[in-house]
C-alpha cells in the first residue's frame, strides 16, 4: 500500500540553525500538509499546499516557516530560524479526494 | 467545524469488540465524520469516514445515528496493538484541501 515517507526520522538542531524537514507524498495525490504535535499535546494543523500554492495556514505558520514542492515528488517544510519552542514531532500528510494520509513524522529536537 | 466530544479513556479485553462513541451534536448536514488513531508517536493512521449512512471495512465499522448527532467507531476484535488514542473529527465534504482539527481523542487500552 502506497504511503507518505517522512526524512529524517529525528534532527536535532542548534537553535537559530535553519532546518528543512522533507517529505515524500503517495504520487497521485494533489493535496499537501504539514501538522506538528508537541510532546503530550494535541496534532495541531500548520499549512495545507496545492497546485504549488499554500491553500490555508494556522497562526502557528509565521514568517519563519515556509513550504515548497521543489521538484514534483518532494514537499519540504523550512524552518529558518529555530527556536526552542519549535522542537515537536512534524507530520507531513497528503490526500487526493478524501482521507488524507499521514507520514509516521519527523521528531524536530532544538538545543 | 463541528465539535466533537468524546471519553477520555476506555479499555476493553483482547478479542472483544471496542464500542468508541462520539458526539457531534452540531454537525452540518455537509460534514463527515472521520475516524484516526494514533499508536505511540506515530502519524495518525485513517481508519475510517461516512457521512450518513453505516460503514465498514477492513479495519472497522462505522454506526452513524440517524439524525447524526453521534457515531460509533466499532473494532469487532480488539488486539493488543489496538492500543492507541483514536480521534473522531467532523470535516466539510467537498473541499479536499481541508485542514483536520484534532481534539483530545480517547485513549483505548486493550487488555490481554
Known amino acids: 500500500e502506497p504511503e507518505v515517507t517522512q526524512t529524517p526520522s529525528h534532527q536535532v538542531t542548534q537553535m537559530g540553525q535553519e532546518v528543512i524537514l522533507r517529505c515524500v507524498p503517495i504520487?497521485?495525490?494533489?493535496?499537501f500538509y504539514w501538522y506538528r504535535q508537541i510532546l503530550g499535546q494535541k496534532v495541531e494543523f500548520l499549512v495545507s499546499?496545492?497546485?504549488?500554492?499554500?491553500?490555508?495556514k494556522s497562526e502557528i505558520f509565521d514568517d519563519q516557516f515556509s513550504v515548497e514542492r521543489p521538484d514534483g515528488s518532494n514537499f519540504t517544510l523550512k524552518i529558518r530560524s529555530t527556536k526552542l519552542e519549535d522542537s515537536a514531532m512534524y507530520f507531513c500528510?497528503?490526500?487526493?479526494?478524501?482521507?488524507?494520509?499521514f507520514g509516521d513524522g519527523t521528531r524536530l529536537s532544538i538545543l | 467545524d463541528a465539535k466533537t466530544t468524546q471519553p477520555t479513556s476506555m479499555d476493553c479485553a483482547e478479542g472483544r469488540a471496542a464500542n468508541l462513541p462520539c458526539n457531534h451534536s452540531?454537525?452540518?448536514?455537509?460534514?463527515?465524520v472521520y475516524w484516526y488513531r494514533q499508536i505511540h508517536s506515530q502519524g495518525p493512521q485513517y481508519i475510517i469516514h461516512g457521512l450518513k449512512n453505516n460503514e465498514t471495512n477492513e479495519m472497522a465499522s462505522l454506526i452513524i445515528t440517524e439524525d447524526r448527532k453521534s457515531s460509533t467507531l466499532i473494532l469487532p476484535h480488539a488486539t493488543l496493538r489496538d492500543t492507541a488514542v483514536y480521534y473522531c473529527i467532523v470535516r466539510v465534504a467537498g473541499d479536499s484541501s481541508y485542514k483536520l482539527i484534532f481534539g483530545s481523542g480517547t485513549r483505548l487500552l486493550v487488555r490481554p
Open positions: 452540531t454537525i452540518s448536514g455537509n460534514e463527515y
Open positions: 500528510a497528503s490526500s487526493g479526494d478524501q482521507p488524507q494520509h
Open positions: 499546499f496545492y497546485n504549488n500554492e499554500i491553500s490555508e
Open positions: 504520487s497521485n495525490h494533489l493535496y
